[in-house]
């Protein structure tokens, strides 16, 4: 390796003549959630990368009655089968021995924060993907089709939302994962929780019936730091770095938020309890962290030492368990 593409002295921004604080500016780092409310599985190690879950279909009510001395037919059985397939996600910034020998700041330490932040925040993302990709979807008002929203989140919405799931018999939130190392659980109060992005508060908080977070009978029951409030059975979370659809909807752009020339879809995703799962490596459900520092004599590519790295890598996938548990609602979100 004779080359070298990566931060050097001169990127950091050198400040000459200046004071510089022992401490670095608090940057914007994303309040973490969806991981909390999935089902997590742990593949065994050297066991491939394909998981297949089976449920079996739950049996309709025997309602003929039994003729006396006469076996019944039997009855058949059914199995539905989930897969998902794990994959490696992962990055690295490499420096030079410049970099740590004469910059004023702390770098190697704030490279190796924000590697950890970045494999967090691509866990985020890639659940959040898989799922504003499901089939249950409804849109607000009167569209048919991501093409054609252009009106708010009503009350209607919601109460329509909660309906189905509850005719799919979704069974409502009553534990999420600890915020750990270790896969545990602790109890919330029984309720489905919906998740979105944050422009959509004052259209949330204006829906009637809407209880703030701060009149909850126990303010120490928060699903998350995020947590806005709820509409009937519905605990709503609002993040700020969960993706939309920009641009994709109705070219009637009055009063609404609105990119180049049509509205802004925004997915609000309500769910119950397993109805989206995670995967990981047993034992690396977290991301491995890495951090080298230039030492000279270590190898025949960089003899003198000056190169060095922060990598980060881990294995992942997200899947929906049952997409009669999980509804998107397509809306748009009210200009202030």
């Not at 604080?21 to 973490?32: D, E, M, N, S």
């Not at 039997?74 to 490499?94: H, K, M, N, R, W």
């Not at 025949?300 to 997200?318: N, S």
């Amino acid at each position: 390796m004779t080359g070298f593409s990566g931060v050097n002295y001169a990127d950091l921004g050198v400040r000459i003549g200046l004071y510089a604080v022992a401490t670095f500016l608090a940057h914007a780092q994303p309040q973490l959630a969806l991981d909390k409310f999935a089902q997590m599985i742990e593949v065994p190690k050297n066991k491939g990368q394909q998981i297949k879950w089976r449920r079996l279909v739950p049996f309709d009510a025997a309602m003929d009655k039994l003729v006396e001395g006469i076996t019944p037919s039997p009855q058949g059985v059914q199995y539905e089968d989930v897969s998902s397939t794990l994959s490696q996600f992962g990055a690295f910034i490499p420096f030079t021995d410049i970099v740590i020998d004469t910059h004023e700041d702390d770098n190697l330490r704030q490279f190796s924060i924000a590697a950890g932040e970045q494999a967090a925040l691509t866990k985020e993302r890639i659940l959040w993907n898989t799922m504003i990709g499901g089939t249950n979807v409804i849109y607000s008002g009167a569209a048919t089709s991501r093409a054609t929203v252009q009106a708010p989140l009503d009350l209607g919405d919601i109460q329509l939302v909660t309906r189905a799931l509850k005719n799919n018999m979704a069974k409502p939130i009553t534990k999420i994962i600890t915020a750990t190392d270790k896969i545990a659980t602790q109890p919330v109060a029984p309720g489905y929780v919906a998740i979105g992005h944050t422009n959509l508060e004052q259209d949330i908080r204006a829906l009637a019936g809407f209880v703030p977070r701060e009149q909850y009978a126990n303010s120490g029951t928060l699903l998350q730091d995020m947590e806005l409030g709820k509409v009937q059975d519905i605990r709503v979370i609002l993040l700020p770095h969960l993706p939309y659809f920009e641009g994709a909807g109705s070219g009637t752009t009055t009063g609404v938020l609105f990119t180049g020339a049509n509205v802004d879809v925004y997915p609000l995703v309500v769910f119950g309890e397993n109805a989206f799962g995670t995967t990981a490596l047993k034992g690396m459900s977290a991301a491995n962290v890495w951090v080298k520092s230039p030492k000279g004599g270590e190898s025949y590519e960089d003899p003198l030492g000056q190169r060095g790295f922060v990598a980060w890598k881990m294995w992942y996938a997200g899947v929906r368990l049952n997409e009669a548990w999980l509804i998107r609602v397509e809306c748009a979100a009210t200009a202030l």
